[in-house]
Each structure stands twice: as C-alpha cells, then as structure tokens.
C-alpha cells in the first residue's frame, strides 16, 4: 500500500535530492594524496560522537542537544564535550624531604582514640608548599592495647573503606603513605581500633610539575633483588648481617635500571628478618647525619618489610642504620624519581586520588593459595587513567594461614623480591608503588598457605612520554608503472627512529628505506600484507615496536568527480532491480548557519533525473541550537517522505534496501539495527535503473544546496549488494565554495568510508 505524506513531512518541503552533477575535475586534495601516495593521517580533526539522548521518545524524529558544545581553535572542527579518557592534567612531580618528624601523639599525651580522626596539617608550611597536591609520610603505630587499624584521607572528604596500617595488641607498626592532600593543607587520621600513640615522619610532597622539566617524575621498574644479607644468597653484600649500632651504605646509582647520575631518589622495599631483639631502622642519604626518625619497626624474631622513598646521597648511595640486635636486610627496588635534565624513556608524574579499594578477595571468599597469582586491571578503572604506568597503593594481607609474603609485579616472569611479610594468622599491610603491564595490569603472588588480599589505591602515574608505537596502519593504494613515494611514521619513544621489513613481502619494485620512506615503481597489481619493526634512539637499548601495513597496488585508479551535493560510491552499467547497503549515523556540530547531512542509498541520479533512495538526515538549527536527525524516502520529483515510526541517534546502525517487486513496484525498507525496528513501504517507481549509489548528501534547500555539516566519525557504508552488474565504479568527492568538504575512500570489498574534509581515508 502506498504511503502518504505526513503533517512532519511537510516540514521538510523544499528538501529535495536531485540528480547529482558531475563535476569535470578530480578534487584536488584527493588526486594530490592518491598521486603521491600519500599515507592516510594518523591523526587529524577530532571525531567524537554525539551523546545518546538520555531517553528516546516512542516515535517521531530523535532532537539531540548540542550544548554543552566546546569550539576547537578558529575554524577548526567542532567537536562535542565528552569526559577525560586519559590522563587528564598533567601530573605532579616528586619532592623528596629530609625525614622530619610532624607528629608525635607520645610527647603531646594525646594518643588517637577509637573512632575518632586527627586532621594534621601538612602542606602551607615552611617546607611544604601550598601547592602540594599529595604527601608522602612514615606513619607509625605503638603503644596499643588492642588490635587496629588506620585509614589516612584528604581531610573534607567523606572517610573511605580503606586501610593503611593494621596492628595487633601492642605491636609496634609502620608503613609508607601516599595522601592527597585535602580541606586546608590537612589530611585526616582515622582509628579503627583501639586507642593508640600515632607518629607521623614527613618524607615528601607531590606539586605540579615545572613546565620543560623531568625533575621529580617517577621510572617504574620492575621490581629486583639487589642487596640480601643472609648468608649464601647470592646478592650483594651476602653474610653481612647489620649488627646493633651499625650502619651498611648501598650503592643504588647505576644498579638495576637507576642511571649511574640524574636520579633523585629511590623507591625501594626494605626488609628485615631473622631478627635476634625488637628494633627499628632507619633509610637515609649517605653523607647525611642519622636522623630522628625510622622506616621499620618490629618485635624480636619477626620478619617486617616496610617500602621507602629516599634521596640518593653522595658517591650514589643511601644508608641504613640498625639500631639494636642483628638483622639481615633484603632491599628491593622498585624505580626512581628524576632529578632532570631529559627525561628518562618511562618517566610518569603522579595523579593522586580519593583513597579506592581495588582489590578484596574476602568479598568473593577466594583467598590466594600458596604458589598462585592474582592478575588484575587496574588501568581504567576506579579513578585510575586508562594510560597508567604505575598505582600507588596499599597491599594487605589477612585471614593468613602461614608465614609467606606477596609480590606484586607487572607481568612474567615473576621477579625475586617482595613487597610484604607476615606471619600465620597476622594482618600486615605495605604500601607499593606497583608498574603495571603495558595492558595496564598487576600480578599478585602468595608464597605459601593462603591469604586475602586487599589493595587499595591512592594514585596513579602517566608517563611523560607515549610508549613507542607504529602510527601508519594503512597507505593509500599504488598504481602499476607510476612512482610511490610515503614515509612511514612513529609516535613515541626517542627519535629519530629506525625501520625494518620484519615479516612478509613488499610490493615488486618497491623497498623501505631505514629512514621509513616506502618507495618504488610497482609492477605489478597485488595486495600486500607486511610487518614492520621500528626502532628509536633510546640509550643504552632502544625501544621497539612492530605494525603490520597493507598496501594494494592497482592496474590503473577508478574516476573520481567533483559535485556541489554528493559525495560517496556509485556503479553503473545497469539495470539494477535491486540495491542495499548499511551505515553508520554520525553526529554533526553546530556551525554559525543552519547545517545538513544525509547518508542514503539510492537507484538512478547520475545520468537521468530519475531517483529511488531512503536514508538518514541530520539538520543543525542555529534558531534553537538542536540537531534533528529524520529518517526518510524519497521518489523524484515528489519532496522526500518522514519516517515517523523509526527514532535514531548518532551511533546506530542503519540498512536501507531498495527492491523491485514488479515492472513498477519497489519496496523500501529502512531498518535501524541498533534499535530492530523496520520501515517498509511499496511504491510506484518507473525509472531507468542505471546506476546504484551510497552517497553522503548536502540535501538542496529551497533550490539551493545547504551546507555540508561538520560531521564525525566517518560514515562507512558496508554490505555493499547490488541486482546489476558493477563493471564501472565512480567516486564522488564534494566541494563547495571552492573547499573539498567531503572526501571518500577507494572502495574495497568491506565498502567505502566518506570523511567530513579533504583529506581521503583509508578503505575500512
């Protein structure tokens, strides 16, 4: 049955989509790019799809909104707000402190209360600026009655489900925080148990980083032994146990990673075991006096591990001093903080954020058994930067079974070190600066019984530089017996960088310089598939990555025209009784005059002023700042037909078949895939059939085409089907007001993608 025009219908007179004219010339950016070979942008004008309205009505065309709308640089492409993917700001770098005691609930009698937080002010002070966005502290528990546990928190903000420090009845326990800094320069001090003397050793601060310099960004590394002192280990300074008063220097500068100069500090694990009386240590920069503070508390015969961030001192090393009894010390590093200069390849400045609990295997009653690891994401979840390098967060063990410890690591093989020990039936926490793997994942390892693991998270490092990585993944086709010339391009790592065939074969006639350039006369017509491998000039050893490239090299290159409305993919040689194809609807940004684009499929147009199609419509109204996205058909002469039972946004999916059911009945069927609702209707049509179309339109207004509205992301037209034969292909490249505005693709058998611009993408 034959539809009928609606009232919303009407609002679209003057609409109309007439036979396409041809230009005469190729456009010029098109030809430019296809002549030389041009490789397909890495990057160009940012894309982002329109926001799904938060509810869709039953029927009727989809409004979307606009605002909130955030320009580019003039005359750049519009684009829509969205929330930060990566890092955000830029991160804060690292200022180490000579330890200085800021708390000591001891000597003012005022031991911390159960239930009760203490706010310690600790940035707005002679040593630590305003500025600072986070702290670092050795904070310290000792005589308690009672079993405990404390939670530090940026003061103002609402107590979170974390922990730092877990004690049992009078033990004497510390561990290493990182704290945003909250509400006046504070951050807060939480008891979860029993009234305890609370101290508190300033060590650091995180602030932003100064504009150009490396000064104070964190290198993860992963982590390795370098000192044990146990007889027989096999590491440095093996059989020298520390002795009561005694003090060992470690020449961190140059081991295990650290560069021999430049760095700052030292992240590193100490551990103490095989302990003869109770005792503390002390980590500190050589040269220096010993100070009034400690890093390791622990009881006679425990085994304790505590993390610790100090400044390298002279000759490269740090020292630690043992106070009473005997005591061999484990030290692992884990990474370093830079003291400037260029910025080391990994280099990463810190995030901090509300105190998170990531981890809890007590909440899917599955304890780590002995001899296994846990791997999970952090990168992207919780607060933490889809591009982190490293979390900085506290590892609990509970619920013990026997004496083991944990070690976090990024990926296989597991290293030697650890970053927490305890003993059966003992809560015991460390905080651990933990390098994720490039998935932006950790591993956790029990070594013996089992234990819960509890990870909570209090910030995060981006690195200062993007990991190496092949940018070109596709090129524009060559052409047999014409010179190619593209030069293939990296991001990341340190240039200039180095290129190699690695696997597969290039085109006959053609060759990849060690500079990057792919370059020759083809001779003959292929695909070609190949691996490259690039190398930077990171010192002492480069960085590497690999990318596979496709390239097709073609007998000789289809016609490409020029029109003032269309742009897109159309074969002759008809007749057609039948034309298909599906695509996707983009979202458009505001422009200071009204705007459209329509993606269709149609029949006809191009040498005859007959047309069959059905589509997609986007119109921006500067009137009322709103997008109105229609989806319609149309049969020339007639104005084109609303679609009222089908509502469609920016993101779907959309199949448009057109079908000849007899000498003059088509059927046209408009289907939105992301939604499973079908339009189909039946209608009068007697044209000739000669040609079958997958255009993006500028529709005619009024008699006058509109403007091309800046839209985003490509649309891609795919599933290409038509009845006729497709022995002739034409490309349509759209200009108006003497700029190419919209740019196809060489169409391959996944389709054609059209790009907003002049600038051809590559085939999808």
């Not at 003992?426 to 793997?437: D, F, H, K, R, V």
């Not at 003032?564 to 159309?570: D, L």
């Not at 109204?621 to 989806?631: C, L, R, Y």
């Amino acid at each position: 049955m034959r539809s009928t025009e609606t009232a919303e219908a009407a609002l679209r007179k003057g609409r109309t989509r007439p036979r396409l004219v041809r230009g005469l010339a190729l456009g010029t950016a098109l030809l430019a790019a296809i002549a030389t070979g041009m490789a397909a942008p890495a990057a160009g004008p940012q894309r982002i799809p329109a926001t799904r309205p938060s509810s869709r009505p039953v029927q009727g065309s989809a409004t979307v909104l606009i605002n909130p709308y955030v320009p580019s640089s003039p005359g750049a492409l519009p684009r829509y707000a969205q929330a930060a993917t990566s890092s955000g700001p830029p991160g804060d770098a690292y200022t180490p402190l000579p330890p200085t005691r800021i708390l000591d609930t001891r000597v003012s009698g005022a031991p911390l209360q159960t239930g009760a937080a203490v706010a310690l002010t600790v940035s707005g002070t002679a040593t630590v600026p305003q500025s600072a966005t986070a702290v670092v502290l050795n904070v310290t528990v000792t005589d308690n009655a009672s079993a405990g546990y404390l939670g530090l928190y940026p003061t103002g903000g609402p107590l979170p489900l974390v922990s730092n420090l877990n004690w049992a009845a009078g033990e004497t326990v510390a561990n290493l925080v990182v704290v945003q800094v909250g509400v006046g320069g504070q951050v807060s001090i939480f008891d979860g148990g029993g009234p305890t003397a609370v101290i508190v050793d300033l060590q650091g601060y995180f602030s932003p980083e100064l504009s150009g310099s490396s000064q104070g960004s964190y290198v993860p590394l992963a982590p390795t032994r370098l000192v044990d002192t146990r007889p027989g280990s096999g590491y440095l300074d093996a059989g020298e146990t520390l002795g009561p008063q005694s003090v060992m220097n470690v020449q961190v500068a140059g081991a295990d990673g650290i560069p021999p100069s430049g760095a700052l500090a030292v992240v590193a694990n100490v551990t103490v075991t095989d302990t003869t009386s109770a005792g503390y240590l002390a980590v500190y920069p050589s040269g220096l006096a010993l100070p009034a503070t400690s890093n390791l508390n622990w009881a006679k015969g425990q085994t304790v591990a505590n993390r610790v961030i100090v400044p390298i001192g002279a000759n490269g090393e740090v020292t630690l001093a043992n106070q009473l009894g005997n005591a061999d010390v484990i030290v692992d590093i884990d990474g370093y903080f830079s003291g400037g200069g260029p910025a080391p390849t990994a280099a990463s400045l810190f995030t901090p954020i509300t105190p998170v609990r990531v981890i809890d295997t007590r909440s899917t009653s599955s304890p780590l058994q002995a001899g296994r690891s846990l791997t999970q994401q952090l990168a992207g979840v919780d607060g933490i930067a889809p591009d982190a390098s490293a979390v900085a967060a506290n590892l609990t063990a509970t619920q013990t079974t026997a004496a083991s410890f944990f070690t976090a690591y990024p990926q296989a093989p597991r290293p030697t070190s650890s970053d927490l020990n305890w003993t059966a039936g003992q809560t015991a926490a460390n905080l651990a600066l933990m390098t994720l793997s490039p998935d932006g994942a950790t591993s956790v390892y029990n070594n013996a019984g089992s234990a819960a693991l509890v990870v909570d998270a209090f910030g995060y490092f981006t690195p200062l530089r993007p990991p190496l990585r092949v940018a070109t993944t596709s090129v524009n086709p060559a052409v047999v017996g014409v010179p190619y010339a593209v030069t293939l391009e990296a991001v990341g790592g340190v240039a200039p960088y180095s290129w190699t065939v690695a696997a597969g074969a290039l085109p006959e006639g053609m060759q990849l310089s060690s500079g990057g350039s792919l370059s020759g006369t083809p001779t003959t017509a292929e695909s070609s598939f190949f691996t490259v491998t690039v190398s930077d000039s990171t010192t002492p050893i480069p960085l590497s990555a690999s990318g596979q490239i496709v390239i097709d090299v073609l007998i000789s290159m289809p016609s490409v025209f020029t029109s003032a409305n269309w742009a897109g993919y159309a074969v002759g040689s008809g007749p057609f009784t039948k034309v298909s194809g599906t695509f996707n609807v983009p979202g458009i940004g505001a422009e200071p005059v009204s705007t459209d684009v329509s993606e269709w499929v149609g029949v006809d147009g191009i040498t005859n002023s007959s047309l069959i199609q059905a589509g997609i419509n986007e119109e921006y109204s500067n009137s009322n700042n709103q997008v109105q996205i229609t989806a319609w058909w149309e049969i020339l002469p007639a104005a084109s037909t609303t679609i009222t039972s089908l509502d469609v946004s920016p993101g779907d999916s959309v199949t448009v078949s057109l079908q000849q059911l007899s000498a003059a009945e088509w059927a046209i069927t408009v289907a939105d895939n992301s939604t499973a609702h079908t339009f189909t209707t039946e209608q009068q049509y007697s044209g000739p059939q000669a040609s079958a179309e997958w255009i993006v339109e500028a529709p005619l207004v009024n008699s006058g085409e509109a403007v091309l509205a800046p839209y985003y992301p490509d649309v891609t037209f795919s599933s290409l089907s038509t009845s006729g034969p497709v022995n002739s292909a034409d490309l349509f490249a759209m200009v108006q007001n003497g700029s190419q505005v919209a740019t196809p693709s060489l169409a391959d058998a996944s389709g054609v993608t059209v790009a907003y611009g002049d600038m051809a993408p590559p085939p999808p």
